[in-house]
Each structure stands twice: as C-alpha cells, then as structure tokens.
C-alpha cells in the first residue's frame, strides 16, 4: 500500500511566489490534516479536513489555503510565500474508528523561502 | 482546550541505559493516547497507542500506560540501542483533532 503520498520531497521558493503541495492517501480515510514542523518544534497544525467538501482550520492558517474535492487529495496552498513559511511540511490522514485514531504520515515536503 | 506537554530535550543516553519520557496532557473528555516516532529524515509513524485509562500500549520494547488520575501517558524502555535514536512525540486525540507535543529528541551513544 502506498499510504500516504506528498510531493515535492523539496522545494526552494522566492518570496512572493506561490505553490501547490500535494497530499494524497489511498485509505479512504475520511480525516485529513497538514502540519508544519520547525527546526526544534513539535507539529503545529495548519488546517484539516473531516472529510470531502469540508475543511477548517488548525492553530497557523495564515498564508496558507486548503481544498478537500476527493476523498483521497488534500492540496495545501501558499499565495504569497514568506521566509516564515519555511518548514517541512507533513501531510497525515486517519480513520475515526471508536476513538482510536492512528494517523498516517507522509514522509514530508522540505520548503524554503527565500 | 486539549494540550500535551512533553518533558523538554535533548536526552542523550548510553546503550543498555534505561529511558523515560514524561508526558503529561489536558483534556476534555476521553481521549486516544499515542507515542509516535520521528527517525531521522523521515515522516512521523506509530510507536504505541491507548485508548482508555489503564492500558498499556507496547511495542519494539517501549511501554506507556494511560493514567487518567495523573493525566499522564510516560514512555518508558529498558534497555536502549543506537537504532532508538530519533524524536519522540506524545500526542492525543479528541473528537476530530490531534494534539501533538513539542517532541524529545533522543540520542544513544554506542
């Protein structure tokens, strides 16, 4: 199984540009989440899906956007990028089953800005 | 709001040395316990997990028990080895997110 699959693995950006990262799982997970991680940090999430058609935010959205057409895709967008935005950049996705939720990571998308 | 905090690193340890990581959490309700592991250059994945106060969730020889009276779901191993090098994260889950801790940065020396 492929689980869950991001690209690019790096990506170096100018400031002001923008970009598409793409997540895609083939679990039919309905739940899906991206995360950005800083050098030393824990993950802050950015937004998530609960499932197609629906999404919302985490505790860092801005400067990002997200959409949730498929079950299976969950792109995570960046308009205007800003050196504040360089990270790694993690996609997971996990089933809500009675309340034990594993989630399945991507293996990360290496962002810089500059 | 739901909240894990996890104690600070770096922990630098020999092999065969025993390990603990302290996680404490905050949360409403009853949530899904985990320890997840990051090795180097990769994406996040499943050491052990949780689900109600009292379990023990194992395995590659780590143990952590849910104690709701303490809030706390600690990583424990016995005896480490260099491939236990990695970072460790203690998270929860409630409802429809996951909560995350800063993470633990393990190293073991030979």
């Known amino acids: 199984n492929a689980g869950v699959t991001q690209t690019p693995k790096f990506r170096i950006l100018k400031i002001g540009q923008s970009m598409t990262l793409q997540c895609t799982q083939d679990?039919?997970?309905?739940?899906m989440y991206w995360y950005r991680q800083d050098p030393g940090m824990g993950l802050k999430l950015i937004y998530y899906?609960?499932?197609?058609?629906?999404?919302d935010k985490g505790e860092v959205p801005n400067g990002y956007n997200v959409s949730r057409s498929t079950t299976e895709d969950f792109p995570l967008r960046l308009e205007l990028a800003a050196p504040s935005q360089t990270s790694v950049y993690f996609c997971?996705?996990?089933?809500?089953?009675?309340?034990?939720?594993?989630?399945?990571f991507g293996q990360g998308t290496r962002l810089t800005v500059v | 709001g739901n909240s894990v905090t996890q104690m600070e690193g770096p922990v630098t340890l020999s092999e065969e040395a025993f390990l603990t990581i302290n996680c404490t959490y905050t949360?409403?309700?009853?949530?899904?316990l985990f320890w997840y592991v990051q090795y180097p250059g990769e994406g996040l994945q499943l050491l052990l997990k949780a689900t109600k106060a009292d379990d023990k969730g194992s395995n590659k020889g780590f143990e952590a028990t849910y104690r709701k009276e303490t809030t706390s779901f600690h990583l424990e191993k016995g005896s480490v080895q260099v491939s236990d090098s990695a970072v460790y994260f203690c998270?929860?889950?409630?409802?429809?997110?996951?909560?995350f801790g800063a993470g633990t940065t393990v190293t073991v020396r030979a």
């Open positions: 949360a409403t309700g009853y949530p899904s």
């Open positions: 899906s609960v499932g197609a058609g629906i999404t």
């Open positions: 998270a929860l889950s409630d409802t429809h997110k996951l909560s």
């Open positions: 679990m039919n997970h309905n739940y």
């Open positions: 997971a996705s996990s089933s809500r089953g009675e309340g034990d939720t594993e989630a399945f």
